[in-house]
C-alpha cells in the first residue's frame, strides 16, 4: 500500500528567506504522480506543483521547487523569497496506476514579517 | 465556473441518524474520491470510485459507505453518525490520464451532537 508521510508538523521562515517542506512516500510502482497542495484558511485546495515520476527533471513554477529523489523516495518542496501570502497548509500526495490519491498529513507553514 | 459541488457546506445531525453527503462534477471525470480531514492527521481516503457503481475502499472505511449511480454524483453516506464522525469532508475528482488535473470541492462541514 502507498503512504505518504510529512514528518514536519510546523514550519516557520522569515518573509523573503527560502524554507523546504519534506515529504517522503512508499510505493512498489515505478510509474507514478506526486503533488504539492496549498490549503489557506478557506480550506480550498491549489495545486502549488506536480512531478511525474519518469521525469528526472524537478519540476518549478515561479518560487516554487522540488527535490525529487525517485530512489529516496522524497519529494521535498522548496519555496524561495517567502512571502505573507505563501502562509498556509501544505500537503504532499501521491496518485499512482491504482487510481487512488494518497495525501500526507500536511505541514503548517508561518511567514513571519 | 464551479466544476465539483458538495452540495451541503455545513450540517448538524444527531447520533444515530443516516447522513447523506453529495458531490457532484461536470467533466464527465472516471475517478471520484472522499476524505475527511483532521487536525493532525491530514486527508485520509475514505472510500472512491473509478467508474459508475464501482467502489473501492480507501484507509479508513469504517462507519462509511458510498453510491455512485451515475457518473457525475458519488455519494458518501453515513448509516448510524456517531460524534467521531465530526469532520471537514472533502470531494474529489480527476481523469485517470496521467494525473492531470484534480479538482476538489468547497468541504462540507459535519457535526454530529
Known amino acids: 500500500a502507498q503512504t505518504v508521510t510529512q514528518s514536519q508538523p510546523e514550519m516557520s521562515v522569515q518573509e523573503a528567506e527560502t524554507v523546504t517542506l519534506s515529504c517522503t512516500y512508499d510505493?512498489?510502482?515505478?510509474?507514478?504522480?506526486l503533488f504539492w497542495y496549498k490549503q489557506p484558511p478557506s480550506r480550498q485546495m491549489i495545486l502549488v506543483i506536480r512531478?511525474?515520476?519518469?521525469?528526472?527533471q524537478n519540476a518549478t513554477e515561479n518560487r516554487f521547487s522540488v527535490n525529487f529523489q525517485k530512489a529516496a523516495k522524497s519529494f521535498s518542496l522548496k519555496i524561495s523569497d517567502s512571502q505573507l501570502g505563501d502562509a498556509a497548509m501544505y500537503f504532499c500526495?501521491?496518485?499512482?496506476?491504482?487510481?487512488?490519491?494518497?495525501f500526507g498529513t500536511g505541514t503548517l507553514l508561518a511567514v513571519q514579517p | 465556473d464551479v466544476k465539483v459541488t458538495q452540495s451541503s457546506r455545513y450540517l448538524v445531525k444527531r447520533t444515530g441518524e443516516k447522513v447523506f453527503l453529495e458531490c457532484v462534477q461536470d467533466?464527465?471525470?472516471?475517478?471520484m474520491f472522499w476524505y475527511r480531514q483532521d487536525p493532525g492527521l491530514g486527508l485520509r481516503l475514505i472510500y472512491f470510485?473509478?467508474?459508475?457503481?464501482?467502489?473501492e475502499k480507501g484507509d479508513i472505511p469504517e462507519g462509511y459507505s458510498v453510491s455512485r449511480e451515475k457518473k457525475e454524483r458519488f455519494s458518501l453516506i453515513l448509516e448510524s453518525a456517531s460524534t467521531n464522525q465530526t469532520s471537514m469532508y472533502l470531494c474529489?475528482?480527476?481523469?485517470?490520464?496521467?494525473?492531470?488535473?484534480?479538482?476538489f470541492g468547497e468541504g462540507s462541514w459535519l457535526t454530529v451532537v
Open positions: 474529489a475528482s480527476t481523469s485517470p490520464q496521467g494525473w492531470n488535473t484534480i479538482y
Open positions: 470510485s473509478y467508474d459508475v457503481k464501482m467502489k
Open positions: 467533466m464527465d471525470h472516471e475517478n
Open positions: 510505493t512498489s510502482e515505478s510509474d507514478y504522480y
Open positions: 512531478q511525474e515520476a519518469y521525469k528526472q
Open positions: 500526495a501521491f496518485g499512482g496506476a491504482t487510481n487512488k490519491l494518497i
